[in-house]
């Protein structure tokens, strides 16, 4: 026993040794950096300086100063102003996150990384650490991880880790700097617009925004941070000192470089109207901590951080100059952390640029499969028994696209690259059922259209089918940036197609290709089976083939509740107590919960939950203890559950959400077998924002609640004691 102690303390010890070896490494390699800077400093000419605070800045030849190339890399690599059209394209983040699988989105971030830097990219703005606020009318949801802020952040984080790497890989020559965006509270907006002004409490931004980007920095050293193109509580984000440097900065410890949005310094004149010439708006931008003036395309008419507006200013005002040297560096120094100055420009050719694409490609239909949610299925009509059937009407607007001619597929959601293909619904289920079964395909009508004049082609098709899988949802031209709506309903004709199809009598799949949550009731109500796949990627079509016909069993969870209607919104998981008289959680005349929950989603297997247990069921205020359960798969299928753990705390000082997703994960079981998922109960999980807006655990009772979904008859409580 004496020998295993020796050893463990001579293990720990080298352990603790290598730690502090790394750290002074790492310190050191800081401390070269930081000299190498302020000798380049020193030795350029404001032209200079001012040139380098753009987003693509060219090369300075005369003090070798390297050219840091940008690029999209949402859901794969983007390259904003180049249709490549040879970039991996993975499910969009709102699919991705629906997988609830962090290390799926550090794969799919690494890999993307590669594809960057044989592209020549090495700065990329992603990933989207928004938390969608419960209300679908704003378009960009599908760019977000979902509306609770522990998922988004557990997501962030791994996507950041991957495209960045960590530790000695951190910015090596397989990763590039990741941007964390939008800078803060971008989605809080009164009437779902894109860009609208957020007005909120510091405790709802400390509560539900900033925590993905406090775990951006502190957890994932994120390389660089994007403010919002909107102004917050009054005052726009590319001028806001208090968010920018006050909280970000001092608080959280970023010490990265501040990239705005797109013309977002010159919009504080032409949008917001606060300074009255593009000079003071540069000056504004530049004393908050705005480093890099991103223009897409360069347009000087639309550039603040140039010479043009900035130098004749500064040269009157010295005391303009530190804020251009601290800009200068902090993007200086990132070049040196990416290694940009040791390397050689280099040609890109096409053998580097494919290499490991295919297992790439493969990737991003594991993650579209993972992704897929069932939302419904009665009778167990789905999966279809491929031996069962001689026919299967493929419907819908959203069931095929044909590679554009320019831009970009337009059921990929937004800031997708060009892949070199795309599997559409209907190419997946021919290529799956072969010459097995007969595909009759329609499209019925197009998703932005009030035309039914497919409608008698699609019914035909219906009619002389064994079955229907009909494919419905919406598109970059009806969702996406600038894709905000008034309402949720399926747009155009397309609900009266669903309903002319559901009347045929056959049985029919919809199939929800798509951006965001949709009010889709008469779906809900009348058609038994639901797949809801979001934009699903360059593999799309593959993975929804392989759920239809059981070669994957669907495993995905909502992160997104799904509003009854458009007057239910915002609707989210994360509410405080009602009024007693507001009639126990409900409208006047309309249920108030939502049609489907956060946290949602269904199994061609089944599973049982045993009680929730604690390891200590008292603990001090700085204690911890774990929570443990037991899951059953109770069917007869191969299957992924997604376990979810949330708290709390049941009388404290301030008011407080009825509960708190704090953590998850996903299983996969074997038919009979049972497996224990174990969660942490500490600080972390615990605490609470009192009314100094401090964290602490204050003693008390704790509900931790542990389930399938954030819904109360899916959740097994238990008590824990803090004193």
Not at 32 to 39: F, H, L, N, R, T
Not at 161 to 171: S, V
Not at 184 to 190: A, H, L, Q, S
Request: proline share 5%; glycine share 8%.
């Amino acid at each position: 026993m004496k020998k295993v102690l020796f050893i463990t303390l001579i293990t720990i010890t080298c352990l603790s040794c290598n730690s502090k070896q790394v750290s002074k490494e790492v310190n050191q390699k800081d401390s070269e950096i930081a000299i190498k800077v302020e000798q380049l400093i020193s030795e350029m000419t404001l032209d200079e300086k001012i040139a380098e605070m753009t987003q693509d800045a060219p090369a300075n030849d005369r003090l070798g100063i390297p050219y840091m190339k940008y690029g999209e890399a949402l859901h794969g690599l983007w390259l904003v102003l180049d249709y490549y059209g040879n970039t991996t394209v993975y499910p969009q983040a709102v699919a991705c996150a629906s997988t609830w699988e962090p290390e799926l989105i550090k794969k799919m971030a690494s890999q993307t990384a590669l594809e960057a830097r044989a592209l020549g990219v090495t700065h990329c703005y992603s990933p989207n650490l928004d938390v969608y606020a419960g209300d679908a009318r704003y378009g960009r949801v599908e760019e977000s991880y979902g509306e609770d802020p522990y998922l988004v952040s557990r997501m962030g984080v791994a996507f950041i880790n991957g495209l960045q790497g960590t530790g000695d890989e951190q910015f090596d020559e397989n990763h590039v700097i990741a941007t964390a965006k939008h800078f803060v509270g971008y989605p809080e907006n009164r009437r779902g617009i894109n860009g609208g002004f957020s007005d909120m409490s510091e405790r709802r931004l400390r509560e539900v925004y900033l925590p993905p980007f406090e775990a951006a920095v502190k957890e994932a050293q994120v390389g660089s941070v994007m403010p919002g193109h909107q102004d917050f509580n009054g005052v726009p984000c590319h001028m806001n000192t208090w968010l920018l440097k006050d909280i970000l900065r001092d608080e959280l410890g970023f010490d990265g470089f501040i990239v705005s949005d797109n013309n977002d310094v010159g919009r504080l004149e032409t949008m917001h109207f606060i300074p009255e010439t593009r000079t003071k708006a540069a000056i504004l931008g530049l004393k908050a901590g705005v480093d890099m003036d991103l223009v897409i395309g360069k347009n000087v008419e639309l550039a603040t951080y140039h010479s043009n507006i900035l130098k004749d200013t500064v040269t009157q005002n010295p005391s303009l100059m530190p804020y251009i040297d601290k800009a200068t560096s902090r993007i200086l120094t990132a070049k040196y952390k990416l290694g940009l100055f040791d390397e050689e420009p280099k040609e890109i050719d096409e053998e580097t640029v494919n290499a490991g694409r295919d297992e790439h490609r493969e990737f991003a239909l594991e993650i579209a499969e993972k992704s897929i949610i069932m939302l419904k299925n009665d009778n167990n009509l789905l999966p279809i028994d491929l031996s069962k059937i001689k026919s299967l009407a493929v419907i819908g607007p959203n069931a095929h696209e044909e590679r554009p001619k320019k831009g970009t597929y337009k059921l990929l959601g937004g800031y997708s690259g060009l892949p070199p293909y795309y599997v559409s619904v209907l190419d997946g289920l021919k290529k799956k059922v072969g010459d097995k079964v007969k595909i009759n395909y329609a499209k019925g009508c197009d998703i932005d259209s009030f035309s039914k004049e497919g409608f008698p082609e699609a019914v035909s098709a219906a009619k002389k089918s064994d079955a229907v899988v009909l494919v419905v949802g919406s598109s970059h031209r009806t969702c996406g940036e600038g894709g905000d709506r008034s309402d949720l309903d399926l747009y155009g004709v397309q609900n009266e197609l669903v309903e002319a199809i559901h009347k045929t009598g056959k049985p029919v799949i919809v199939v929800l290709v798509n951006g965001r949550p949709l009010s889709i009731n008469y779906i809900a109500e009348n058609i038994p089976s639901i797949l809801e796949t979001w934009y699903g990627g360059m593999r799309a079509g593959d993975a929804v083939a392989n759920v239809i016909f059981g070669d994957v069993n669907p495993g995905g969870k909502l992160t997104m509740s799904f509003p009854r209607s458009v007057g239910q919104v915002p609707v989210t998981y994360l509410e405080r107590p009602d009024f007693i008289g507001s009639g126990k959680g409900k409208y006047r005349f309309s249920d108030k919960s939502p049609l489907f929950p956060f946290g949602y989603g269904l199994s061609y297997t089944t599973f049982k939950y045993g009680t929730p247990k604690l390891e200590n069921e008292r603990i001090n205020p700085d204690g911890t203890t774990s929570v443990s359960v037991e899951v059953t798969n109770t069917g007869h299928r191969v299957g992924d559950e997604v376990v979810q753990m949330y708290v709390r705390d049941d009388f404290a000082s301030v008011g407080r959400y009825l509960k708190l997703l704090k953590g998850f994960k996903r299983v996969t079981l074997n038919p009979g077998e049972t497996k224990t998922v174990r969660f942490t109960l500490g600080f972390d999980e615990l605490n609470v924002l009192n009314q100094d807006m401090k964290k602490v655990v204050e003693p008390g009772t704790f509900t931790i609640s542990v389930g399938s979904s954030s819904m109360e008859k899916d959740l097994h409580k238990v008590t824990l004691i803090v004193k």
